[in-house]
């Protein structure tokens, strides 16, 4: 399978700071989503990006397939934002489960008050 | 929109005894249905998955099963639990067009003991 890295492991922060999570990734994929983990440990829906660049109020995300990362941009953290940040790819070929994603350990972000 | 229902949400089961969770899906037709369980330390690996009323794949072999009784009912369900069955287990579906983007339900968290 693909292997996914994600660092850094884990992230304190002040509220109002900016914040840059990794995603690398060891081989070619089809699709690239970034989760937000809640704190009763819901998945949320970030970012759906296989390539390029999109934002989302204070959040945005770029994935550079070629090179095999993905960036998520945090900016002016707030206490909400606190959680696990878990990227995650896909790769479609024979053999391959459609909608089989495969995860990073995720990003333990807290942000303090 | 798509919404992912789970229940229960939480549940304290002895070894040995059987499990039922269940998953249903709004907003969508036809979805691929995906089970993945959550250990401690926050990786995230998917059992099973349904392409479609009664087809089921297995992605490791382990203690549990899973059927689709209907379109948009997935189900996970062992005869006797095992102590390593504890975990957080997510339910997920895409949106029904074989786009790769899934979303998840709100978690089950089993705790055998």
């Known amino acids: 399978g693909i292997q996914v890295e994600q660092s850094p492991p884990d992230l304190i922060l002040q509220e109002g700071a900016n914040s840059t999570l990794r995603c690398n990734f060891s081989?070619?994929?089809?699709?690239l989503q970034w989760f937000h983990q809640n704190p009763w440990g819901q998945l949320i829906n970030l970012f759906y990006?296989?390539?390029g660049t999109k934002q989302n109020g204070r959040l945005s995300a770029t994935t550079v397939a070629t090179e095999r990362y993905s960036l998520l941009y945090i900016s002016s953290s707030q206490t909400t934002d606190s959680g696990v940040y878990f990227c995650?790819?896909?790769?479609?070929?024979?053999?391959?489960?459609?909608?089989?994603?495969?995860f990073g350990r995720g990003t333990q972000l807290t942000v303090w008050p | 929109s798509q919404t992912i229902h789970q229940w229960p949400a939480t549940l304290v089961q002895p070894v040995g005894s059987p499990l039922s969770l269940e998953c249903t899906v709004e907003?969508?037709?036809?979805?691929?249905l995906y089970w993945y369980r959550q250990a401690a330390g926050r990786g995230l690996q998917l059992l099973f998955y349904?392409?479609?009323?009664?087809?089921i794949s297995s992605e490791v072999p382990q203690n549990l099963s899973a059927s689709r009784p209907q379109d948009r009912q997935f189900i996970l369900s062992s005869k006797k639990l095992l102590l390593s069955d504890s975990g957080f287990y997510l339910c997920?579906?895409?949106?029904?067009?074989?786009?790769?983007?899934?979303?998840f339900g709100e978690g089950s968290r089993l705790t055998v003991l």
């Open positions: 997920a579906s895409d949106r029904g067009l074989n786009t790769g983007e899934l979303f």
């Open positions: 995650a790819v896909e790769r479609y070929g024979r053999g391959s489960t459609l909608g089989r994603l495969y």
């Open positions: 081989d070619s994929v089809n699709n």
């Open positions: 349904s392409v479609g009323i009664g087809q």
């Open positions: 990006i296989p390539s």
């Open positions: 907003g969508t037709s036809n979805p691929n």
